[in-house]
Structure formats: structure tokens, C-alpha cells
């Protein structure tokens, strides 16, 4: 379904907890501040994506906080997948995939994002606040091996690992990593209080341009994709300030605490589904039907957070 911008709907990102092991200095949390820390049920979670499907949406993206904590993650894939989605894909730090990415793949999910911003011990513990780098490198591998595809990897630039850019992109093509993305800070939760570590992407941009073999655009928010002799795609994910990148956004959220949030960068623009996931009297019909009501409104009241403004003058007589 098309929303007022003419954007398409077709990608649901649930939130599956708050908690996470890591603390990034710069999370910006999916964007969500609540106190709930725990999620929704699996048959919740299914419910939803049900409703999703029909509305349009394609694929869905399990992120957090750290989804790999939730121990029924098996289960809320299993659940997923049965609601027809096509492409069931996680983002994760990494730290414990070595011991469930078999588990994830028998589950169904399709694909996986690790999260990795140094390549350098010491750094890595700057950002994240673990020593874990070997562990969520033994992760990446472990992804490879159980098949999925592609996976991608996500580096946040920032002025504090900014010379750590050039190792993940040499791991990444050592070890036949699919993408890379290159993500600019967002100022988003943490990030807002840290976003003076922002660093400008558009050297590193420039750089990467000059050695591609081919250059192409993401109908997703519309990022630049780079192909690199080795094979590598880097994917430049620049959203702040961007109106391109929100012209191309076709995602609602589903947060922890059952709400349909249409923009991760705003808490007015929000509708809550809780009532219909909740309310034990309703029958299973009545509760799709509110759901379906859910995304009729947020789709009604999505709109792209950053928007070209045009300034019409009255003409002179
Ligand atoms: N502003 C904004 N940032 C987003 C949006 N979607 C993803 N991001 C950011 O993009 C970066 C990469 O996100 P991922 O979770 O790997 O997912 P993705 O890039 O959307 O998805 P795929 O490439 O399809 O796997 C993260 O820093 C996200 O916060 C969005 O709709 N708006
Ligand atoms: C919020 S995390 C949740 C999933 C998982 N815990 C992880 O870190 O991969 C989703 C993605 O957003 C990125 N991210 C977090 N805070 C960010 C920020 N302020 N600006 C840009 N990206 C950010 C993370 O690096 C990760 O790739
Ligand atoms: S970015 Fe991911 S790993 Fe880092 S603190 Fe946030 S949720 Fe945890
Ligand atoms: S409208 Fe823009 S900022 Fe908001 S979620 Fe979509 S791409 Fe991100």
C-alpha cells in the first residue's frame, strides 16, 4: 500500500528487545524510549506480520537491543515464516551467532547483518564496551559456514574508530563477505548526546567510488552501492538529514511495547496495536481486524522525516 508520499509499504522492522550485552556509545535504539524491555510474544509477532503481509509488506527485519538474547528466537522465525513473508532477515552484534546460527538457519531465517566497527581489540572495546571482537568474528564465520546469503556486515563511522574503516573493508573481502555497509551516526538516542563524534562519509565515499567496477542505486532509500574489484558491494547508508533517503523508505516499525512507529526518528508518529496483541476476550478475527485498522492509520499519518520544503511565490498580477 502507498502512503501519502508515494512510498510504498513493504518492510516491517521488529524490535525484539531492549536488552542488550553490548553498550555502543552510540545506540540509538531502534529510535524507541520505553521502559518495556522484554518484546513481544512469538504468536504476537506472527499476528502482526500476518497483517503486514496483507498490507503489502515483503520482508521482515529482526533487530533489538540484542535479538540473539531472546531465547524463543527460533520460535518467532518459525512464526514469521508462516505468515508468508518472503525475506526474514536479522541484525546482531554477533557476540553469541557461533552457537545459534544453525539453529536460526533450521528455524527458516533467510539472511543476517553482523554488526562489526573495529578490527583492532582495543578499539573494539571502545565502542562496544566488551572485549568480544574474536567472538563475534567466530560468529561471522559460523554465518558463512551454516550457508546464509548474503551476509553483510555493518560498520558505524564515527571519529572514533574512523581509521578502523579500511581493515573492515579488507576483512570483509578476505573472507568473502557479500556487503558492507557504511553507515553515518545517526542522531538517535545515544547518538544524540555523542553525535559530536560524527564524521563526514564523503571522503571515504570518494575513495571507494574511484576503485569500483560499477556504481548502482538502491531502490531501498535510494543508497549508493559500490562494487569493489574483489567482489565486495559497500552499501553507503547516509540517512541524516537526507530527503532522498526517506523518499525511499518503505518500512513501519513494530516496537517492544506493540506499537506500529512509522519513522525511526519520531514518537508522535506512532500507532498502538497493544490493545488488539492483549486483550484476551477478543476472538482471533477481532484482533487481525484492529491490527488491520493499526496499519490502515499508520500508513495514513507515514510521512518522510527529512522532505525537500519548496517555497511557492504568489505570482504578480
Ligand atoms: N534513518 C534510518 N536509518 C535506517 C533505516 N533503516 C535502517 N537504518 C540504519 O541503517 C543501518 C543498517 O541497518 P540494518 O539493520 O543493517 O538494515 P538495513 O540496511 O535496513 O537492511 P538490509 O540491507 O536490507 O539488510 C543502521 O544503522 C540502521 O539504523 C531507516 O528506515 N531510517
Ligand atoms: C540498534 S542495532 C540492533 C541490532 C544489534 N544489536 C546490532 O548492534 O547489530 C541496529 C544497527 O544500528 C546500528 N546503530 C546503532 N546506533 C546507531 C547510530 N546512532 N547511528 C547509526 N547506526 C547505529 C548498529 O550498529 C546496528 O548495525
Ligand atoms: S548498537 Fe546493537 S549491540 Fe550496540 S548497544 Fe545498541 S543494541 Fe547493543
Ligand atoms: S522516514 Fe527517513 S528517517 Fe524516518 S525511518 Fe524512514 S528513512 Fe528513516
Given at each position: 500500500m502507498i502512503d501519502r508520499y508515494g512510498r510504498p509499504l513493504e518492510d516491517?522492522?521488529?524490535t525484539l528487545t531492549h536488552v542488550c550485552n553490548f553498550s555502543c556509545f552510540f545506540c540509538h535504539m531502534e529510535g524507541e524510549d520505553t521502559e518495556s524491555m522484554q518484546g513481544l510474544s512469538p504468536h504476537q509477532i506472527g499476528l502482526v506480520s500476518r497483517v503486514a503481509v496483507e498490507f503489502g509488506v515483503k520482508s521482515v527485519k529482526l533487530t533489538g537491543g540484542e535479538p540473539t538474547l531472546r531465547r524463543d528466537l527460533p520460535e518467532i522465525i518459525r512464526?514469521?515464516?508462516?505468515?508468508?513473508v518472503r525475506d526474514i532477515s536479522m541484525t546482531t552484534n554477533g557476540f553469541l551467532l557461533a552457537n545459534i546460527a544453525g539453529k536460526l538457519k533450521d528455524a527458516g531465517l533467510d539472511r543476517i547483518n553482523i554488526s562489526l566497527h573495529?578490527?583492532?581489540r582495543e578499539k573494539f572495546k571502545d565502542v562496544t564496551g566488551v572485549d568480544g571482537m574474536d567472538r563475534v568474528i567466530a560468529g561471522i564465520r559460523e554465518a558463512k559456514?551454516?550457508?546464509f546469503k548474503?551476509?553483510?556486515?555493518?560498520f558505524v563511522l564515527t571519529k572514533r574508530n574512523s581509521e578502523e574503516a579500511k581493515r573492515v573493508i579488507e576483512f570483509s573481502e578476505e573472507i568473502g563477505i557479500d556487503e558492507l555497509h557504511l553507515i553515518e551516526l545517526h542522531p538517535v538516542g545515544l547518538g544524540r548526546s555523542t553525535f559530536?563524534?560524527?564524521q563526514g562519509m564523503e571522503e571515504l565515499e570518494k575513495e571507494i567510488a574511484k576503485i569500483a567496477v560499477k556504481s548502482e542505486i538502491r531502490e531501498k532509500h535510494f543508497r549508493p552501492r559500490y562494487t569493489l574489484p574483489s567482489g565486495l558491494v559497500v552499501e553507503i547508508v547516509k540517512p541524516y538529514a537526507n530527503p532522498i533517503f526517506c523518499a525511499g523508505c518503505n518500512r513501519v516499525r513494530l516496537t517492544v511495547d506493540g506499537k506500529l512507529k512509522t519513522c525511526l526518528y519520531r514518537d508522535d508518529k506512532v500507532i498502538d496495536v497493544m490493545y488488539a496483541l492483549s486483550n484476551k476476550d477478543l476472538t482471533l478475527e477481532e484482533r487481525l481486524e484492529l491490527i488491520r485498522h493499526g496499519f490502515?492509520?499508520?500508513i495514513s499519518i507515514r510521512?518522510?522525516?527529512f522532505k525537500y520544503m519548496m517555497k511557492i511565490e504568489a505570482q504578480q498580477a
Open positions: 516491517l522492522r521488529v512464526e514469521i515464516r508462516t505468515s508468508g573495529a578490527l583492532t559456514n551454516q550457508g548474503p551476509i553483510k556486515l555493518n559530536s563524534f560524527h490502515e492509520a499508520a510521512e518522510p522525516n
